[in-house]
């Protein structure tokens, strides 16, 4: 099969830096509204001021371009761009460009369309739309139109993987390829819920074709994706710590085998999870809620995983560069790296960010934290920070790979992270808190005539935190874009390829051909058959809560509260 050849890389650099330039300009549009929710939060309310009505009518149209342009637009659109770079890389492959072309445009084409009964308060349906809450039906169409896009995506992934084997008969797959494809597979079986969702109850009725939608069935539909969407956010961050973060750091990855198996349980067990997120919702059985609660607890076993494989390769590098004692090794690691500094500070966030998730997951604790500021005070140090500061990490040296220009200002950009980082922790600490004293999510508090009640729970301190870490976040926004576009703008200086793709050594490698591969290696080999696994389980979990449903479908109508 053909390879790479000097025309089709650019091109794809080119595309590559269009899909990661897109996705930081919606980041930076909705990174903008966050510091106004969390003054909200600080008990500050902004949202009456005459300016600000001007652009943004509610606090909930707000929260709703907060919510789709950061967990929505920005992951997908760099999500795509960098998973579908990597895999073409690491195999030498030569992909269809009109056809990669074609899904860029036709996932901004849906962008924009969307865009627009957002920013005209005609989709204020926050980004989990959940009816009877009844949006534009354009606002439901872009956003199916970029989903489609994705998927288009992750099928070129798998039919140049698939490709590659049949060239390559006996081949162990690359990690970083397995990685990428597995990230694939699985955001092909978590897309289902939404896709139908949207494509068969929400359009339909959006456009008045239906007399009414059952909000209870489109929200198992929404949770089939919206549980499993979070690791799509995550494994394209994991693919950076096992595979580039180690040799950024000075080290090597741990081992090939264990990071495809922590790929395999994702693939396998990411989808069967989504009622974690409706213990509260009435007429959905109890065991059913159970047993997706241990399906949970079950899936953090692959995070287990990579905690053990990304402390491990850190240790190996720190160590080689001549780092000693029980944890004295950590301050031998490259602090002055922004891009190293960045992703090991998401990963630090990351412990309490999952910690929390399984305290949410836990149906005893559940009823303490749901719809409380504790949620979003989980999700920002997870897609927020996890997420969020390893792509920033990754664009330090992406920008400079793709475009042969040098990285503006490496210190502001390592004054950016520990900002970002240090904003993030307080944002969690200040919201899990005011959660915890039962504040709610999603709510105008700062204008409420709650406001008394909450400042006679003593909840000053958690107020002040929350809204300073808003100052701290748009310092380090400020920072980091500053870096960005100096560094985007800037001329063209080195070739490219004189930054390399940080492609780090395996510790333990999972070889080269099956024939003498572990049993590890070749067990988790079959991406195909596991996505079908993954495909009957999701069945088997989702049958039973999604049947009765169907044969007791309520017709409610739609209802515009804003
Ligand atoms: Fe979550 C709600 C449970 C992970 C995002 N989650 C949300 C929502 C979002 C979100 C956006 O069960 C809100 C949805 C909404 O609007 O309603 N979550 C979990 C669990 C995990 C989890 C069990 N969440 C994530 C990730 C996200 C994310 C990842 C985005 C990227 N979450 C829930 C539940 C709810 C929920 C309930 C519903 C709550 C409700 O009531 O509404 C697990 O996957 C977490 C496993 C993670 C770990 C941590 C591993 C640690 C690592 C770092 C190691 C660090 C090192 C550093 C090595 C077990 C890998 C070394 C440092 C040196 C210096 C050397
Ligand atoms: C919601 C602040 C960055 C994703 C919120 C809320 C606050 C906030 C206070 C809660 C609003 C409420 O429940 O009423 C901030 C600040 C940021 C920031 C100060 C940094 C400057 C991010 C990033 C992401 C993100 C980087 C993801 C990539 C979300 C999502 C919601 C949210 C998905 C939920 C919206 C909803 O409930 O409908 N943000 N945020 N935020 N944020 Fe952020
Ligand atoms: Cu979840």
Wanted: hydrophobic share 55%; no cysteine; charged share 10%.
């Amino acid at each position: 099969m053909p390879g790479l050849d000097a025309a089709t890389l650019s091109s794809l650099k080119t595309l590559t830096q269009y899909y990661a330039v897109t996705a930081f300009i919606a980041l930076m549009i909705g990174v903008l509204l966050g510091p106004l929710q969390a003054l909200n939060y600080g008990g500050i309310n902004v949202y009456d001021s005459p300016l600000l009505k001007v652009l943004i009518k509610s606090y909930y149209q707000g929260l709703t371009l907060h919510g789709v342009l950061n967990a929505l637009v920005f992951t997908q659109f760099f999500i795509s761009g960098w998973m579908l770079y990597l895999p073409v890389r690491d195999l030498n492959v030569r992909p269809n460009m009109r056809f990669a072309w074609f899904t860029y445009l036709m996932m901004t084409a849906g962008l924009l369309t969307a865009a627009v009964p957002l920013l005209t308060n005609d989709a204020t349906v926050l980004y989990t739309f959940y009816p009877p809450l009844e949006g534009s039906p354009v606002f439901y169409i872009g956003a199916a139109v970029m989903v489609a896009a994705s998927l288009l995506v992750a099928g070129q992934v798998v039919w140049l993987w698939l490709a590659w084997k049949r060239a390559h008969p006996g081949r162990v797959t690359p990690v970083v390829t397995y990685m990428s494809v597995a990230t694939w597979l699985m955001w092909v079986v978590a897309a289902l819920g939404l896709v139908v969702e949207v494509v068969v109850m929400l359009i339909p009725w959006s456009l008045g074709l239906t007399r009414g939608v059952d909000p209870l069935l489109a929200r198992t539909l929404f949770w089939w994706t919206g549980h499993p969407i979070v690791y799509f956010w995550l494994l394209p961050a994991y693919i950076s710590w096992y595979a580039f973060l180690p040799r950024q750091a000075g080290g090597r990855m741990a081992s090939e085998g264990l990071t495809r198996l922590a790929f395999a349980m994702f693939l396998v067990f990411s989808v069967p999870v989504g009622l974690h997120h409706q213990y509260a919702d009435p007429n959905v059985q109890n065991s059913w809620k159970i047993i997706h609660m241990f399906l949970t607890f079950l899936v953090a076993v692959p995070s287990l995983l990579t905690a053990f494989s990304a402390a491990a390769s850190l240790e190996d590098a720190a160590r080689a560069r001549g780092g000693r004692g029980l944890i004295g090794w950590v301050r031998r690691l490259p602090w002055g790296n922004a891009s190293m500094t960045a992703q090991v500070l998401a990963m630090v966030s990351f412990i309490f960010g999952g910690a929390g998730g399984i305290v949410n997951a836990s149906m005893a604790f559940s009823p303490v934290v749901h719809n409380t500021a504790w949620i979003p005070g989980h999700f920002h140090i997870t897609v927020g920070t996890a997420t969020t500061l390893t792509f920033m990490g990754v664009m330090f040296w992406l920008v400079p790979h793709l475009t042969g220009k040098r990285l503006a200002s490496p210190r502001t950009a390592l004054a950016s992270v520990w900002w970002w980082f240090t904003g993030m922790m307080l944002f969690a600490l200040g919201m899990h808190w005011q959660g915890l004293a039962g504040v709610p999510r999603r709510a105008l508090v700062s204008a409420s005539a709650q406001q008394g009640v909450y400042d006679a729970m003593h909840l000053g301190l958690p107020k002040i935190i929350t809204a300073a870490s808003g100052g701290v976040l748009f310092i380090a926004a400020i920072l980091f874009y500053t870096v960005l576009w100096r560094t985007l703008l800037s001329r063209r200086v080195d070739d490219p390829e004189s930054t390399p793709i940080p492609r780090s050594d395996a510790i333990s490698a999972a070889g080269e051909t099956l024939a003498d591969a572990s049993p590890l290696v070749r067990r988790t080999e079959p991406l195909l058959a596991l996505t079908f696994v993954a495909l009957v389980l999701v069945i088997l979990v989702y049958g039973p809560v999604i049947a009765p449903m169907l044969t007791n479908y309520q017709f409610i109508p739609g209802q515009r509260l804003w």
